[in-house]
């Protein structure tokens, strides 16, 4: 697969054309309010010609097989408008569909971000709150100076942990986290000492954000994260695709390939999926921008606002954030991206704009048989 900075260069390509088309339908919508079918059908068009002229060449030119793209609005009367665009070798009926199921990788720090937010909004904790109070027994999640890590300083990557624990096993190269677990982290927290204090430098971090997504499963007295998922964001919003658990060998599953051409394995997570785990179609990604543009009026849509909202500024050259989105320099654009062993993916909701634009990429789309 192609490194992440091409990917990056790519999404913002499609993200400022969705943008920019957006703006024409907005113009169109007050130049033509007579005439506005005709407007809009135009814009549509216009839309579905730039996206092309976007996308396409990243499947000839073999980078990639398949790629779906998800843009969701909300038109001058308040309706929310979700299309979805794919791009495939469908002479080989490998092109990917709406309900193709792809990893999402980093993207899942967004629903982590809810989740935190759902507790908040239930009064069960506080942003504020020591992530040691719901650690297990017998761990001490460490810190540099005099306070300690907060569950918020653990979501917008201010917590002083690293990336990545020293003590992965990696028994399986090119499925990191598979054998991953909290127990390992634990004995990983209780014997690292960070440099930076919690809340002042910007250090991107799996580990915390996969640690608080463990930790979030505790406070809920759930079974594991993807329970609390599916109760707290994807059942509520119909995600019906969108899963921690999910069958390698399932129908509609997207075949990720290394950068020699050759075919990933899928990442799996073992008990702390919550910065990367999660799987999910471009028609979900579609229903989780749209609940992004128009929170519904229940507890998932106060979760949804709150992580929204910017709670941290930007540190140095990084970014202000909510809970789990990053916040673009405009101040107004959330995004997250991300990438595994055969994927890539970014998302970018902008409600001053009212849109929001979704890529997910795999080398090859190519959808594994059901197997008996």
């Avoid at 091409?6 to 007579?34: H, K, P």
């Avoid at 579609?286 to 998932?300: H, I, K, S, T, W």
């Avoid at 929204?308 to 989105?325: E, H, K, L, N, P």
Wanted: charged share 15%; glycine share 10%.
């Amino acid at each position: 697969m192609t490194n992440q900075i091409g990917y990056t260069i790519f999404f913002m390509s499609v993200v400022v054309a969705c943008w920019a088309i957006r703006s024409q339908l907005d113009q169109n919508t007050v130049e033509a309010t007579q005439a506005t079918s005709g407007a809009a059908e135009t814009a549509s068009e216009s839309a579905a010609s730039s996206i092309a002229d976007l996308a396409e060449p990243q499947v000839r030119s073999g980078k990639v097989e398949g790629l779906s793209i998800g843009i969701v609005s909300l038109d001058s009367a308040g309706k929310l408008q979700s299309t979805t665009s794919h791009f495939g070798l469908a002479e080989t009926d490998e092109a990917p569909v709406d309900e193709t199921i792809y990893e999402i990788g980093g993207i899942t720090n967004a629903f982590t971000g809810i989740l935190l937010a759902s507790a908040v909004t239930k009064g069960n904790i506080n942003l504020d709150t020591p992530a040691q109070e719901l650690a297990p027994t017998g761990v001490t999640i460490p810190h540099a100076g005099d306070r300690p890590v907060t569950l918020l300083d653990m979501a917008p990557q201010r917590s002083g942990l690293p990336c990545i624990a020293s003590n992965m096993p990696f028994s399986r190269p090119n499925d990191p986290y598979y054998d991953y677990t909290s127990q390992l982290a634990g004995e990983f927290l209780n014997t690292y000492q960070p440099v930076n204090p919690p809340g002042t430098h910007d250090e991107y971090s799996n580990f915390a954000m996969a640690y608080l997504g463990y930790l979030l499963t505790r406070q809920a007295e759930a079974k594991s994260y993807n329970e609390v998922l599916q109760a707290r964001i994807t059942g509520p919003l119909q995600m019906s695709s969108t899963t921690v658990q999910i069958a390698d060998n399932g129908n509609n599953v997207a075949i990720g390939h290394t950068a020699a051409g050759d075919v990933a394995s899928p990442w799996h997570s073992a008990d702390m999926p919550g910065a990367g785990g999660i799987h999910s179609s471009i028609a979900d990604m579609n229903r989780f921008m749209m609940a992004q543009l128009q929170p519904p009026g229940d507890d998932v849509g106060k979760a949804i606002d709150l992580a929204f909202q910017q709670q941290v500024d930007a540190i140095g050259g990084g970014f202000a954030s909510g809970t789990g989105w990053m916040i673009a320099r405009d101040g107004v654009t959330r995004w997250m991206n991300g990438q595994s062993g055969g994927f890539a993916s970014a998302m970018f909701v902008n409600r001053k704009l009212k849109t929001g634009v979704c890529v997910c990429v795999c080398v090859s789309c190519a959808t594994r048989p059901v197997t008996s």
